[in-house]
């Protein structure tokens, strides 16, 4: 079922969340990457939910969940702080999370300024954002010229664009229909939500958490592929910085390990998830 509700962002504006939830039992919240939904986890979210209480929101600009008004509230602080506030709100005290991509960001923004919130983290292909305050600019740039050509251009121009990034070449592979349905959820974004996503939570735009890491108390397992060139580093970046973080990297598969190896993605989960200790 669907929930939706809003959240108060630092910046005092109201977001209305939408939020897919299944199954029961202690809470696992899941969040998706740039361009995608909750609907992006699809059988992963049913595999989980016979185990556990899945939240899966649409983030800010994504999917069912509008965009701000004001960017701010859009950010990966303003965000992983609305999703302490609601998972609170759900009795959802303290959650697994599990995010991919941006959807790692914001979950490694939530363990490590809300520690109490998070139980168990899981971040696949993540990044703890640019520390260089010359590359962060240089970002800030790239995502802002990208967000004006969503708004030139529209959504379809994009996703056919997107789609043939570099970081997706191992896509290549994959089965058609999976390839049809991740296209289908990218082209049915709201274009304006996607150009404000970037220019709020982008890796430009977000507060490096380099030296937040040790902050993070919960039991961390981070998940990449040897092939994703630019993540790879950026991954084992995070793992080295979080206490006890335990890395695994899976042979063959790019920056989407739950496309590209599923079966064995969803069982590092559940296994980690089952055998770690709580914080």
Do not use: C, K
Request: proline share 6%; glycine share 8%; no cysteine.
């Amino acid at each position: 079922m669907s929930w939706s509700g809003e959240a108060m962002s630092p910046a005092t504006e109201r977001i209305a969340w939408s939020v897919t939830e299944q199954g029961s039992g202690a809470p696992l919240l899941l969040l998706h990457g740039f361009t995608g939904a909750a609907a992006s986890w699809d059988w992963d979210l049913r595999t989980f939910a016979a185990r556990y209480r899945v939240l899966a929101p649409d983030l800010p600009g994504h999917g069912r969940t509008p965009r701000a008004a004001n960017l701010s509230a859009m950010s990966v602080e303003a965000t992983a702080d609305a999703l302490a506030a609601y998972l609170a709100a759900e009795g959802a005290l303290p959650a697994r999370v599990l995010g991919y991509s941006m959807g790692a960001r914001i979950a490694l923004r939530l363990a490590a300024a809300h520690p109490a919130a998070v139980d168990r983290l899981i971040l696949e292909s993540p990044s703890a954002g640019i520390a260089d305050l010359a590359q962060r600019a240089s970002r800030r740039e790239a995502d802002e010229a990208l967000a004006a050509r969503i708004e030139r251009d529209g959504i379809a121009s994009f996703v056919t664009s997107w789609e043939q990034s570099p970081v997706f070449l191992t896509h290549a592979t994959l089965a058609p229909e999976l390839l049809a349905r991740q296209r289908a959820i990218r082209l049915a974004s709201d274009p304006l939500g996607l150009a404000a996503s970037l220019r709020a939570a982008g890796q430009g735009a977000m507060e490096p958490l380099h030296d937040r890491l040790a902050a993070v108390r919960a039991p961390t397992l981070v998940i990449g592929g040897t092939l994703d060139a630019v993540g790879r580093p950026r991954a084992e970046l995070v793992a080295a910085g979080i206490r006890g973080a335990r890395l695994e990297l899976l042979d063959g598969i790019g920056h989407t390990p739950h496309l590209e190896a599923p079966v064995a993605f969803r069982r590092l989960v559940i296994d980690f998830l089952s055998e770690v200790p709580a914080a």
